[in-house]
């Protein structure tokens, strides 16, 4: 399960999986889940994608599916040289790409039916997925509607600097990295609201960063502990930091997030794939994804939207 992103004060964690065994058992029952590009056509240019996505955009897989308008898609370059290649990076990992939030719901009702004579028990599984769309840092841009411990540590100063960092062009290929990766697993009791039933969760996490600097003892605690304990960030560490050192880790959140991101584009993105452009309308708002898709491969190899919305095989 990747982890969601989260607002800038409590950090976002870049690269940290978890595959828990009621996934597993999910997957085994409906079948492993394909990203929207790909269900449907097989996979015969980078357009087949965005057909699959334009067919597959229903209430059917995405509840609110209706609040959007996808108007069209296009193909706008290829990245055929470095130049390019630094722009998309930097794009990518800027606060410009549109982002999607999904929440998931499901619950599972029975009634009892008669067939030749025999009663049986129906069960019907029952599925919601809103996708909701935005930016990685709308914070930075506009404040309304924040708590006041966030708007005290969102100062003129502050909100400028991380400005200037989010947008400030990187080049990492001139950079001396330093990187910090490990793994965490954890185990969870989940009880019923009866007490007779118990779930046991096993819960494995890996996680990677990148920074120019050497990653602050702080932020390493910060990030682990969450893990640990299943909170973010670690409760009384993080209220014993001063505004100013809050800043600080901010500040320092988003470099890692945006070199980590860089790092991520290198390893997915090469000289010759192309880019392509989704615009969409939602609840009268214009929205344009940009895409990276592999000619050779034919598959979408970065997307902050889209790429992550998944059909199950088998319903």
Known sequence: MKRKLLFIL?????????????????????????????????LTSCETNFENLFKNWNPGNVTNAREYELLDFSFVETIADSVKYSYYRNYFSGGEPVYCSVASFSSSSSKLKKLNGKIYNEETEISERFIRPG?????????????????????E??????????MREINIDTLNLKFIAGEISRNDTIKSTSGSVKLIRFAHSSYGFASTDSISQDYVEMFLKSDQDNSFPKGNNYNDLTTQKRRALALEELLIWRITSQVSFNKLVHFGDKVYVVR?????????????????TKKVVMDTFFKNITIRTRK
Do not use: W
């Open 280 to 296: 969409f309308r939602y609840h009268g708002a214009m929205f344009s994804v940009y895409v990276v898709c592999n000619p050779e």
């Open 157 to 166: 100063e502050f909100v400028q600097q991380a400005r200037e960092l989010l």
């Open 135 to 155: 930016y990685i840092r709308p914070e930075l841009f506009d404040q309304r509607g924040l708590p006041a411990e966030a708007k005290e540590i969102l100062s």
């Open 10 to 42: 409590l950090f976002i964690s870049i690269g940290a999986h978890s595959q828990t065994k009621p996934d597993s058992i999910t997957n085994l029952i409906l079948g492993n889940p394909i990203p929207i590009y790909e269900f449907g056509m097989p």
